[in-house]
Every structure is written in structure tokens, then in C-alpha cells.
């Protein structure tokens, strides 16, 4: 199925302006790494676009060390939703909350009149995966709390969506009750890079490649990266009991082997899971709500929240 024009023109800038290469290439991405460990020093401050929204307030909440929610609720409360939507957004395990993840979870509230709980979560190479997962189950718990089992919806992308999934094994190991419903975006599940076909779909992918791969978890987790385990490698389970699960992925990316992978893992141990594939389409794809494309995919993604 051929892109929209929208969709074209933005594939062909990825190309074009060398997007891929901080994650391609061995110099470029210790670069990244380095200068994102420079920025970490500066603590995050709230975009503008996101206080100044329309429809939705902003609020934060420190509620355990190194663990800071941003919360947004509509303003219109006469139409509000009672789901509260839990969104651990991606960067790598390095980057902190982009531009487009605010923009999904702004209309994600505009179009729901849901409340949508973005975590600010500990970064590599300023700290590892212990901090990045205390504060991941700090606010799982939060939230359920906030929201109850039945009203939680858990949204993920890319690492993010790493997180999605490894919250809920988390909340089975623990005993804690799991959400109405899971959503990811590109998830990677696999961080020893064990599942076969991933470095065969590098050449078609416009923004992983296969250095950022093994690179990320030297950064994050190398103390655990090999372990037969999870964590990091969710594919070690548990799956069985897990909430519902829906899954997007992009045809050209290198992440569709993991989703592919979580898809099985999860129908084996007699759990619910979609996966709608993006034809010709990259990686998190619904975060591009300007090309048709990605706006369907908000959409869909806002008929699962509604109807979890």
C-alpha cells in the first residue's frame, strides 16, 4: 500500500537529514549518550505548549524520590472520562519527554476527556535500570491508586512500551492487580538482541539501527543486558494473566521482530492481543499526527483507551 503524500515527505526527511545515524553508527551514538548526560543536569521544566493547552490542565506530582508525575486533566470536567492512562514515553533510555509524546497525550485528553499521567523517569547514563524501574512500579502503584484496576490503561512507545509490559510482569510477580488494558507503540522487549531477523531489517529501517541496540542497554542495564531473564529481556515472562494487549508497529522497523514475538508469547500463555502493522510505515508512527497515517493511529489508539 503506497504512503500518503504527508507520510512520503516525512519518510523522505528521515532519509535525508541522516536521522538514523545517532543510532546507527558507533561514534554518533556515544555522542548522544555523552550530551544527554550533559543535559540530565538541567532538571526538565514542563513544555510551554503543555501549560498554555486549551483543553487540558497541567499539575506535577513528586511522589517518591526520583519519580515525577505530570498530570493532565480536562478542563471541561463535565465531559470528562473517568480512564486515567499511565504513559511511559520512549528516548532511549536517554532522552527525557519529547515534543510528541505531549502532542498524543494532549489529544489523548482533548479527545476522551481522559486524565493522562506522563512519568518523568530516571535517564542513563546518569542512572541504570534500578532507578528507571523503582520509578516505573512508584508510579503503577500511584496510578492504580489514582484510578483503580478497572478505570488504568498503560501506554507505552518504544522504550516506553518496554516499559508498558515490563510494568505488568512486575504487577504479576508482585500481586498487584493489572490494568483494563495495555497499549504499545514499537515495543522492544528484547535487549540481548537474541531474537533472530532484527540486523536483517536494519537496511529498511529510517531511525533504529542495529549500534543503538546494543548500545542503549550498555548504557542502562550492562550489569543484567545477557541475563536469560526478565528484566530487561521480557520475553523470559511472566505473560500469563497479563492484562489485554494492543500493539502498533511500523512494516520497515526493526522492532516489528519484537513485536511479532511479543504477540506469540502472549496468545501461548492464553492472554488477548492486537497487532495492527503500519504498512511502509516506521517506527512509533502515531507520534506524526500531521501525516493521515499517524492520525488514524491516535485514533485507534483513543477508541482502545474508551473502550478498555
Known sequence: MALSPQAQMIY???????????F?????????VAAMGEVQKTPYELPAFVCDAAAAAAK???????CHIF?????NHEAGSAKHVLFFHGGAFLINIMDTQWVLALSLVEKLGCTVHMLEYPLAPTFSHVETYR??????RWVLGQAGSANMVVLGDSVGAHMAIAAAQFALRDGLEQPAQIIVLSPWIDFANELPGKAEREAGDPIIGMVSLYGIPAAWCPDIVNDKACPPNLQYGPFAGMAPVYIQVGSTEVLAVDAEELVRLIRDAGGTVELEVGEGLWHTYALYPDMPE???????????????
Open 71 to 75: 498530570t493532565l486533566t480536562p478542563k
Open 24 to 32: 546507527s553508527e558507533e561514534e554518533p551514538f556515544a555522542a548522544l
Open 294 to 308: 499517524g492520525a488514524a493511529a491516535v485514533d485507534r489508539i483513543a477508541q482502545c483507551i474508551e473502550s478498555a
Open 135 to 140: 520509578a516505573m512500579m512508584d508510579a503503577y
Open 60 to 66: 506535577e506530582h513528586v511522589i517518591a524520590e526520583g
Open 12 to 22: 523522505d526527511e528521515l532519509i535525508e537529514t541522516e536521522y538514523k545515524k545517532p
